[in-house]
């Protein structure tokens, strides 16, 4: 098998627009992992979603790279390795936001800390963790994962950051005017260790701490597994999968891709909506 590994974003990617995931799919993936292939999901998404998602479509036992490469989970599903923000650097972008108006949530494990409760987060819980039940997931366990999600309303960030202390691994950025290019260029200059990247095409932005990418994570989790670079594939539609497209053996870029992103793939496949995955699978990995 020329690629022994394949690393797959989610949203955009094995996720359709309805937030399901195709049976052909699914079939593809259990065909290439019974030929000796490893499927590891490497998505902007938390943690619980991550594993949700991964345990209706059959994926036990793989490793997991979850908030763009800031939490590695190993095949039992148990943190393995995680990056968080300093505070310092988290105090100044907060700062930042609240000088220039704009809206920004932080992730805390399976938490979402938020200023206040409004359209950009009050249904994150249900979003985090969809249904799936086309794909096959049950009411139940869905209900399981979601009461294991909270939405916490943080009044006073400096407060709340120094009475607890958390350990934050993401931040994510939304507005609803053209201001995002401006503030990520405010950011870059005026904060500290902050990697800045999106998963919508930059209508919204997605921050790691300085030098945490789905790129350097899957790096070190083929060091551990012993599976050189050259036999990864990887494959993914937005801006915070370029990187990663581009270090693999063979990067494919979905039809729903930006051309940008596109240009960064050594193939292009169908979109999300056509089964764009089983489409690379069959046609790259498949012995």
Known sequence: MKYSLLATDLDGTLLNNQKEIDVETIEAIHEY???????????????????????????????????????????????????????????????????????????????????????????????????????????????????????????????YMKENQPKITKIAVFDDGERLADFSKKVAEQVEDMEISSSFNFLNLEISPSGVTKAATLMKLTEKLEIPIVQTAAIGDNYNDALMLSMVGLGIAMGNAPEKVKLLADQVTGNNNEAGVAQAIRRYLLD
Not at 119 to 148: A, H, Q, S, V, Y
Request: glycine letters at 10%; hydrophobic letters at 35%.
């Open 33 to 159: 992992r019974r030929q000796g292939g490893k499927v590891v999901i490497c998505s902007g998404r938390s943690p619980l979603s991550t594993k949700w998602i991964a345990s209706t479509i059959g994926l036990k036992g793989e490793p997991i790279i979850a908030y763009n490469g800031a939490i590695l989970l190993d095949e039992n599903g148990e943190v393995q390795e995680q990056a968080v923000f300093q505070h310092e650097p988290l105090y100044h972008f907060w700062e930042l936001c609240e000088a220039e108006g704009i809206y920004a949530h932080f992730y805390e494990g399976d938490t979402l800390l938020v200023p206040m409760v409004n359209k950009w987060n009050e249904n994150w819980i249900e979003n985090n963790i969809p249904t799936l039940e086309k794909t096959g997931g049950r009411l139940k366990d869905c209900e399981g994962f979601r009461n294991k999600c909270q939405i916490k309303v943080v009044d006073h960030f400096y407060q």
